[in-house]
């Protein structure tokens, strides 16, 4: 079965095609900068890269060349051979709490949610749209960030504000990189062979989360009603207090949603360094002894593990700890700088075993009281598994 993962973006369209018979990447790429002078795409298969500047007005224009392009390049003989396409969508509220055939009713519901997700669910119907237009008869997907979320309790869930915000406007936790932590939870009851353990994984690349899952559930998630709230990002601020908002709109003449952007692009590493959002930046200036990259780099830290001591307590323990995404699968300094300050919980990594990058392994010592593992995410994948799973059982 060959299935096609998408994530549409406001002005890109990333994919994945899949062979699901063994669940290989047949071909991935992304078209970017559509509806923005200077677009173009890049599909890569077999090895081989295919760039290429064209114009791309619509979505349409790029899920039509991208088809056009698998067929020109012999990667499928022809369209009859997609049976499915999932597509990554961000927002599902309280209503959507597993992926779903995309119908009518749920591009409504993208729509009637988008005060939540602004960006993202406006350009996840365009990514819809332009496959339902290129490819009618095919059965779409749609995987939800926020669906693996859907098993907190109320008590981790709200917020402790005017109840009537939650039942009159929805102000409530939703978290995010659900699909992630779902793929992270599978891939953890594989590898140990079984279902029932308490797990903290945390997902930190530019955005960040953190979750806690128990027996396969999640019991809590550090992101909230968006993915601002949580760990220290790459340039999201995380948790703060509220009231710094109201202060610093008085002080620099600035709107709330100044304030917000603020707090969404200009905070995180890249506030507290003034210098980068990357880690792999503020790590090398750390290491040349700049105050404020050392600064940004122990706050992160500092945050992840705040994170992980309050998951702890609420799962009564931790059996594993689980890193991915880009900084997780691949600083080595930050696993290393989180872990030595777990040792109260009784973790204990090997250096040697650490010193990895992008692959599967057990970082944690023979005596570690909890296991600790690197698992690279594959939420492209988790997403082809849903559609495929979605078609067999229609
Ligand atoms: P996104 O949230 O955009 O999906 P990713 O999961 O791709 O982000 O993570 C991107 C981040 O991963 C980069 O900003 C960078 O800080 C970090 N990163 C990638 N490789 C390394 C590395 N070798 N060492 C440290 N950090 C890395």
Redesign the pocket.
Known sequence: MKIISINAGSSSLKFSLFNMDDESVIASGLFERIGIEGSGYTIKYNGEKVEQEVELVTHADAVRILLEKLIDLNIIGSLEEIDGVGHRLVHGKDKYSSSVVITDEVIADLENFKDFAPLHNPANILGIQAFREVLPDVLMVGVFDTAFHQTMEATSYLYPVPYSWYKDHGVRKYGFHGTSHRYIASTTAKLLNKENFRLISC??????SISAVLDGKCIDTSMGLTPLAGIM??TRSGDVDPSIITYVMEKEGKNASEVIDDLNKRSG?LGLSEYS???????ARADEGDENCILARDKYVRSIVNYIGQYYLLLGGVDVIVFT??????????RQLVCEKLLPLGVKIDLDKNNI?GEITKISTAESKVEVYVIP?DEELMIARDTVSLIENR
């Open positions: 997902h930190i690349g530019n955005g960040g990002m790459g590493l959002h990357d880690m792999r930046d503020v790590l995404a880009g900084v997780g699968e691949n600083s080595i300094p930050i990058r995410t």
